[in-house]
Structures are given as C-alpha cells and as structure tokens.
C-alpha cells in the first residue's frame, strides 16, 4: 500500500462478547496493531456489552485469553474481567449515551417505531413516521431522521474523502432500541469520540454502519467525528460468500487453543486463508503483509 505515513493518537479494538472471537477477529486485531505500530497509535480495548441479551461473560472472558494467547498488545483499557465490569463496561457510560439521545430528542431527529422484526424482515414498510407516535410510548425504538442529511464525507486511510450515500437499509436507523438500550450505531460513535480515537480499523461488512455513524455525529453536531481515519479491510471467508461467524467452532480461536495449537499456527493459518505463502509467526508479520497486500477502501464503495 503506498498510502503516505501520517501519525494518529489512537486506534481500536472492539470485540463484542456474544460469541467466541474467531480468526477473522485476528485478522483484524493484526492489522488494527500493525497500523498502530505503523502510525504511532495507541491502541484501546475497547469492549461493546450493551446488547444485554447476548453478552455472556464466558465471551468476555474469551477476549481477554485471546489477546493474551496471541501476544496482542494494547495501551489503555482493561486487563482483565474484574477491570472490564469495574471501570470499563458501557454501562459506565450510559450517561453519556442518554445525554446524546436526549439531544436528539429535543432537536426533532428522531421518532419513535413500534414495528417487529417480523415486519421489517417481510419488507413490510414502515409508517411509524407518519403515525407520529410519542417518543415516551413503551416498547417503541427510537430511529434518526436521515431524510435531507448530507451525504458523508469519509476519511479514507489511503488519503482520499469518499462522499457516500447512506445505503437503503441505513435509512433511518435504529439509535435507541426497544429495551431501551442505545443501539450499536450511537454506543460506537459516542465512544470513540469519548476515548479521543482518531484512526477506525474494521472490516469491509461495516462500511454502512461508518456512513451511519457518520450521519449520526452530524445531527450530534459533533463536526470533530469528520477528522477520524476509517481503513475497511476485507474479511477473512468461510467459504465464497460466507465470512466467519463468532461460535465454538473450529475456527475460534478457544478450540485452536484447546486443541492443542500454539499462537503460531494460529497466524499461519489465517496467512493460508489469506493466500499468503511466507511463513507468519505473529500479529506483527501477518498485519504487515496483510496492511501491504489486500486491498481495502476501494471495495467499500
């Protein structure tokens, strides 16, 4: 990649405790510490726990034996369980969070939906909208008014600013959810604007939700959201068509590491996946062929 070096603060790594963290999450923490190592970034670790219904603590603790076994490194954030639930779980957070959906609220952007999955899943149209259902209604989501946004400008990694409509199924999403939680959407943005990161490493399967982050953080008024990076790396695949789903499977790395298989050849089998025949001992030599080979901005958009 002949991007130019430009030095950040802080990048990354956010794994989401509902599941086993799998190869393609290596994947992605070697080229986030590779970019780190690269730019002189600081990595955070960073752990999304709102999605209450799914989050276990076997997952969170699976983060931690993770990095460790692979040697991972990272800067600021917890270091082990007992820190994460202490001082580090979004629930530390929710304060902020209600701050920003209150914002909204008051400003008019958002309104209230009552529609189920069902619904939505049968290309059932909603007219939640036009029904102007209160915003205080129970068991209703709240969704931003993406109508008449302006388009996002995007950062790109490789220098350049992608302009991007927000795609069919952004339109007016989800930002507080029915359980009351705030959404992926709104906890991601309200984070990385609160721990000050400048450089967004995730895979090319996010790029919707960057655009939507970033038409969120203009109704926030939060203008600064423009100047982070974003570098979307491709996914590491099951089979074509098929990328890698958290699980007890063979390619988490819990199974790897039960089985008997060192940190090792665990990177030399994500360099296999990937095509690569050098031999890849770890984070660093993987990230830095990987950050080199494959392609990433231009498959977003």
């Known amino acids: 990649m002949s991007s130019p070096i430009i030095n950040f603060a802080k990048t990354r790594i956010a794994p989401t405790p509902s599941g ?3 190869l393609g999450n290596v994947l992605s923490f070697a080229i986030t510490a590779a970019l780190a190592e690269k730019t002189g970034a600081k990595i ?35 270091r082990s369980v007992k820190d994460f639930e202490d001082g580090y779980s979004q629930i530390h957070r929710m304060a902020i969070y ?6 909204l609220a008051g400003e008019g952007k958002v309104f209230a939906c009552t529609c189920s999955r069902r619904q939505l899943a049968n290309d059932e149209p909603c007219t939640c909208f036009k029904r102007q259902i209160p915003l205080t209604r129970e068991n209703a989501s709240w969704r931003l ?32 959810k029915k359980d ?18 400048d450089l967004v490493v995730r895979g090319e399967d996010l790029w919707a939700s960057t655009l939507a982050q970033h038409q969120l953080a203009s109704a926030l008024g ?46 030399q089998l994500i360099a296999s996946m990937l095509g690569i025949k050098e031999t890849v001992v770890n984070w660093r030599k993987l990230g830095e062929i990987a950050v080199n080979r494959i392609p990433g901005q231009q498959n977003v958009h």
């Open 222 to 267: 939060e203008d600064n959201f423009g100047d982070v990076t974003f570098y979307h790396h491709p996914l590491l695949m099951e089979t074509p068509g098929k990328k890698l789903s958290k699980s007890a499977g063979a390619t988490s790395i819990k199974y790897l590491r039960e089985s008997g298989e060192k940190a090792a050849a665990v990177y």
């Open 44 to 78: 955070l670790l960073r752990i999304d726990d709102l999605d209450r219904a799914r989050t276990n603590k076997l997952y969170v603790h699976d983060i931690f034996d993770t990095l460790n076994f692979l040697e991972i490194p990272w800067d600021e954030g917890p």
């Open 180 to 197: 009351g939680f705030p959404a992926y959407q709104l906890t991601s943005l309200i984070d990385d604007l609160f721990y000050g990161v």
């Open 20 to 22: 086993f963290l799998h």
């Open 98 to 103: 209600h701050s920003a959906l209150q914002l």
């Open 145 to 176: 008014i993406t109508a008449n946004r302006p388009v996002p400008a995007v950062k790109s990694f490789d220098g350049n600013v992608i302009h991007a409509a927000l795609p069919t199924e952004m339109h007016d999403f989800i930002v507080k």
